[in-house]
């Protein structure tokens, strides 16, 4: 499985923010994807995820009021994560990960690389 963040940048602080996650090698139609982010100097946190199979999504902690994840065009396996009123604190290293079976976890065995979001206040 590979995975690609994409779509990070420099915004300032309200911004909105759009990144995505495109995904191949999954050898089945139901599969899960995650994003995490890191900030510097802080471990790695989860941020939301999302299954395949029903499109449930789940969320970790404050950050569903502010961001969104949802599935990108779907003939691709795309996963998008939107971020609205993005603050300082945001500013972070962003990841999608999948684990090795269909159902969200923390616990992801995929990692793409990151995406690095700044935001300026």
């Known amino acids: 499985v590979q995975l690609q963040a994409s779509g990070g940048g420099l915004v300032k602080t309200g911004d909105s923010l759009r990144l995505s996650c495109a995904a191949s090698?999954?050898?089945?139609?139901?599969?899960?994807i995650g994003w995490f982010r890191q900030a510097p100097g802080k471990e790695r946190e989860g941020i939301a995820c999302?299954?395949?199979?029903?499109?449930?999504?789940?969320y970790v902690g404050s950050l569903k009021d502010r961001f969104t994840i949802l599935r990108g065009n779907t003939k691709n396996t795309t996963v998008v994560l939107l971020m609205m009123r993005l603050k300082p604190e945001d500013t972070a290293v962003y990841y999608c990960?999948?684990?090795?079976?269909?159902?969200?976890?923390?616990?992801?065995?995929?990692w793409g690389e990151g995406t690095q979001v700044t935001v300026s206040s």
């Open positions: 990960a999948a684990p090795q079976g269909s159902s969200c976890q923390l616990r992801m065995n995929y």
């Open positions: 090698g999954f050898t089945s139609d139901y599969y899960a």
């Open positions: 999302l299954t395949s199979r029903d499109g449930m999504t789940y």
